[in-house]
């Protein structure tokens, strides 16, 4: 946890994938919270950074790379998602980059002095050791079943696949463990949307009071 200096929160919300989290980010961004997501950060420095996209080359060999130079994206994803040590030398190449730039953005936040929330939306928050950037990490959780249904669905995976994909993270518990808040997700939009509302008082309220613990 990042150690605070003002009543400007910088909070994570995570949680494994199918959980939820995203659809929790854009609930809080509808009331007003400011939301920036890892994931628009990484398409972003990979796009615009030779450098990134050159190592990523050199580990994974031409067929990761289209005759543009941009990366391909599908061919990658069933590259890291099959093979959990090509997933860790992408992560190796990738998060480094994209922690840094998430970083300038919480300073940046930091220094406006505003008595705001900042939030960042980000799979992989533990994994990566990001939580020391953050007054508080939110940790979305929901059923493992709903969790394989979710992205059986959105994904157009099979079982098996999706299965794959959860046991490649850390175990939720792990996460919840670690979380400051976690939010519940059942599946429920109404009750989802209910517990980001009461936790988004909560925090500005602590904002208005006493800041970060």
């Given amino acids: 946890m990042r150690t605070p200096d003002s009543r400007s929160f910088a909070v994570a919300i995570t949680g494994g994938i199918g959980s939820g989290k995203t659809e929790a980010a854009k609930i809080f961004s509808s009331l007003g919270v400011k939301v920036l997501y890892a994931d628009q950060f990484a398409a972003h420095l990979v796009d615009s950074q030779a450098e990134i996209r050159n190592r990523i080359r050199r580990e994974f060999g031409e067929r990761v790379v289209s005759r543009e130079g941009t ?45 705001s929330v ?8 533990f994994e990566a050791r990001a939580d020391s950037l953050f007054d508080y990490v939110i940790v979305v959780d929901a059923p493992e079943e709903d969790r394989i ?5 959105r994904d157009r995976m099979s079982r098996a ?19 400051d808040f976690v939010i519940r997700n059942s599946g429920d939009r109404k009750t989802l949307e209910r517990n980001c509302r009461f936790l988004h008082r909560l925090l500005l309220a602590a904002v208005r009071t006493s800041g970060p613990k």
């Fill in 71 to 115: 990366l391909n994206r599908k061919v990658m994803a069933q590259l890291v998602f099959t093979d959990n040590r090509l997933k860790e030398k992408l992560d190796a190449i990738v998060h480094p980059p994209v922690l840094e730039a998430i970083d300038r953005e919480i300073e940046k936040f930091k220094r406006s002095g505003a008595e």
């Fill in 118 to 125: 900042l939030m960042v939306e980000a799979a992989l928050i």
């Fill in 149 to 153: 249904a979710r992205i059986m669905k």
């Fill in 161 to 179: 696949e999706a299965v794959y994909r959860i046991r490649s993270q850390i175990p939720a518990e792990s996460k919840v463990a670690k979380a």
